[in-house]
């Protein structure tokens, strides 16, 4: 049978993931099982569906006549680029997604860049024509000025396009969407356009080893495309790890992909995408070779982290009351385990046996982990994100970052305003009708925290994107707008009376009768610095009548926080506490008393 491998790279929202549902639906003997969600069904996390996004990237397979087509799903968001770069190395070619009003986006540039350095076929799919306010003809444009941009071959840049709209199914060779039948171009165009695999079954056995999965049955699985030789069920071969050592083992059970299944096999050909099973201690990166000549396969670059944030066991005074993972042998265990299917992760231990560093791609590729560990049971603090700064021949360098705005012409200003402050440089400004389109390079430092101000600036009409631009010279301070929080002095359950006389200073991030600890920040002062405040304390009972009684006073509903936005909003001296049931904001230091003497300490340092 012949192949073909691709994988499908797009902006994040552009359809990715629901044009592979309409090219499984459409495929040949691929039948969805009764209890299977009927949308997205290629994102099965938990997590993928609640924020309509592909965070990890997973195999299925189509056929389309005498032709298989491996078919990888990739993410969208540059935070989670690790993925990405892995799966350059299993396909041959690729389907670009491009929204058909909005064209080319950060993450689009992203993406394509590692398809382009890999020397994959293109093929650009252009999504969404069903919008009323598509423009096919300006994004064809756009997008062969970006492979220009990109500095493709110009073999890469003859690429053939396709018309589409995914959520109908619908695909044709032009943008008329009353032509269109189905997806059958589609599969036409991967099996013409992009080439077979490089078979070499007759040489030694090489597989490089992709992505990692598990099995309740068979364990570790070791996912990856098999470049030369053939694998079988119960053979020896090398497992060669990324220091160069090489070790004997044996391959209890070989998988392909059909549909959205892993089926067993006897054997894997060269060229396919297969899981192994067997090597308990194989990683990303590694090489499964011939055990009489092993030969390793080069290793995968991925690029750096840029954000790292401080992990450690939770110390608050409701530390073990609502997780069932608190110790730091339990948080060791999950930051290893994490490592060995996120390759783009660092985890560097601290002085302390509590505390590790953890770096990673962006905030939102850290905010992920830790929402995945809460959903788990794990108890943890974490600290305020954090820019890894480097030194290049005696000079301090950042990471940079290239920011994408489309915000409506009235609120052009404030947005030039804000990344202004931010130390953003503009790049580039278009308007285009009701909307202002702008790209500034900004330190990476400067967006920590910028979207929900971007959002509220804008009042929630604009869209904000950015990428890695890469390491520049350190740009300075970036005076942040000085900000004080509302801190509990006791220890208790906070009643209307305490939040009451709270919220005359600012705004308040609980409810009454929510548990509070001293040093636990309830609320966001108006005015800078901190203020503490009993927010435990009941109204004293007496027997007179004062002159107010009878007046009521009311609660404003209060500011609920998510993940991303309390890691956004803390600052040095606080930290998040995350629990499987809450996220609270902390100070670090919890005593009011403590927290004076370390700021006067601060003081005098300085």
Known sequence: M?????AIIAHVDHGKTTLVDALLKQSDRFRLKADAAQELIMDSNELERERGITIFSKNASIRHGDVKINIVDTPGHADFGGEVERIMRMVDGVLLLVDAKEGPMPQTKFVLRKAIEA??????????????AARPAWVLNATYDLFFELGASEAQVEFPVIYASAVMGKAGTSPDLAAMKDVTCIFDTIVSYVPAPEARPQDPLQMLTVNLAYDNYKGKLAVGRLYAGVLKKGMTVAHINRAGETARTTVSG?????????????????????????????SIGETIADAENPVALPTIHIDEPTIKMTFSVNTSPFRGKEGEYTTSRNLKERLARELETDVALKVNPTDSADRWVVAGRGELHLAILVEKMRREGFELEVSKPQVIFKEVDGKKMEPMELVSVEVPNEYAGTVIEMMGKRSGAMREMKVDGPTTLMDFAIPTRGLIGSRGEFLTNTKGLGIMNSIFMGYEGYKGE???????????????????????????????????????????????????????????????LTNFRSKNEGMTETLDVPLELSLEDSLAYIGDDEMVEITPKSIRIRKIYLDEGERKKVRKEEKESA
């Open 254 to 282: 070989v998988m392909l992909f059909e549909g959205l299944n892993r089926v067993d096999a006897d054997e894997a050909q060269a060229g396919e995408i297969v899981a192994v099973a067997g090597i308990p201690d194989i």
């Open 2 to 6: 012949e192949l073909r491998n691709i």
């Open 478 to 540: 970036i005076r942040s707008e000085s900000r004080g929080s509302i801190v509990s002095t006791a220890t208790g359950i906070s009643n209307s009376f305490g939040l009451i006389i709270a919220q005359g200073r600012g705004k308040l991030f609980i409810d009454p009768g929510a548990p509070v600890y001293e040093g636990m920040v309830v609320g966001q002062n108006a005015k800078s610095g901190d203020v503490v405040v009993n927010v435990c304390k009941a109204k004293e």
């Open 119 to 132: 020397g994959h076929k293109v093929i650009v799919v252009i999504n969404k024509i069903d919008k009323p």
